[in-house]
């Protein structure tokens, strides 16, 4: 399939720094999220999905005005915030758009990169997630699961790419440093977000 993201033998240095920067992290956004064991019913995966877009909304519009000027990369990242918004709108929940940023610091380039690592890694973890969610809810493919399968996107394209352009270009220990911390700042976001939970959820 042209879209499955390519595995090149050796991550590049940045992509290291992003990886081992993070690991646990991500299994703390993991654990928290608990998808897809803890979605039992349709109401479950509401209130997971509701959490995730009260972080992606913030970020990808943060990151969309981070300065992307020394990478070969557009600056938008596609939108998943739409995704989220349409499968809580197939649940059946309506969603405010939520007018503050994220307060994330993405000022330089390294940080934006950081920042970008999670959200677009985040769909490897879909592809898993989505058909598990859906067998588990009775759902048909993409039902309620767009955001999870980043329909209508190419994600193994866009990861691709993104390591691409993170191998194309030197980066200095102080701006891998920079990454990782941003990339770990943006992993607890999400996982701040997934901490408030509406009550009896
Ligand atoms: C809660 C359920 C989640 C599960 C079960 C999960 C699972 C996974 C799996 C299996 C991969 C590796 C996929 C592959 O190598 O093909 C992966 C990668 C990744 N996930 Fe998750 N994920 C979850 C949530 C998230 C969230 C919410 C984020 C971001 C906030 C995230 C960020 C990432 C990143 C950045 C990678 C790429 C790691 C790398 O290759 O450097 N994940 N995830």
Sequence with gaps: MSDQPSRPAAASPMLAALRDGTRDHHAAVERRLGLPDRIRARGDLAVALAALLAAWSPLERDLAAADWSGLPLDRRLGEAAALLRADLAALGVAVDRPAAGSGLDFGTTARAVGGRYVLLGSALGGRVIAPEVERRLGLREG?????????????????????????????????????????????????????VRPSGA
């Design 143 to 195: 039902e309620a699961t767009r955001f999870f399968r980043r329909s209508g996107g190419a994600p193994g394209r866009d990861w691709r790419d993104f390591r691409r352009a993170l191998a194309g270009r030197e980066w200095s220990v102080a701006e891998r440093h920079d990454a990782a911390g941003a990339a770990r700042s943006t992993f607890d976001f999400v996982g701040g977000a997934a901490a």
